[in-house]
Nanobody
Framework: VQLVESGGALVQPGGSLRLSCAAS????????MRWHRQAPGKERDFVAS????????NYADSMRDRFTISRDNAKNTVYLQMTSLKPEDTAVYYC?????????WGQGTQVTVST
């Protein structure tokens, strides 16, 4: 199982960014995918999840109105569209999936929201 995030960048407050997570090594369309984030000195927090077929999504309350999770099963890729970014969104963003009892994580991608 391999998860590779990309798309992180330095962006100004109010800006938008789309993160991608390319997956391989498992039957992508069969598994829920999740995004988490970890700010410096803080715990890793849940951001959003999407079911295997993409029909069900879930979000952390604070991001529900600004972030959108989606997936393209033909490309084995999950996305996180982020809008109206705030400095407090600065974090390393990780995608993950759980196969059986094991959770797999990518290496993360850095998002920095700053002037």
């Amino acid at each position: 199982v391999q998860l590779v995030e990309s798309g992180g960048a330095l962006v100004q407050p109010g800006g938008s960014l789309r993160l991608s997570c390319a997956a391989s090594g498992f039957t992508f369309s069969s598994y829920t995918m999740r995004w988490h984030r970890q700010a410096p000195g803080k715990e890793r927090d849940f951001v959003a999840s999407i079911s295997g077929a993409g029909g069900s999504t879930n979000y952390a309350d604070s991001m529900r109105d600004r972030f959108t999770i989606s997936r393209d099963n033909a490309k084995n890729t999950v996305y996180l569209q982020m809008t109206s970014l705030k400095p407090e969104d600065t974090a390393v963003y990780y995608c993950s999936t759980q196969l059986g009892s094991r959770t797999y994580w990518g290496q993360g991608t850095q998002v920095t929201v700053s002037t």
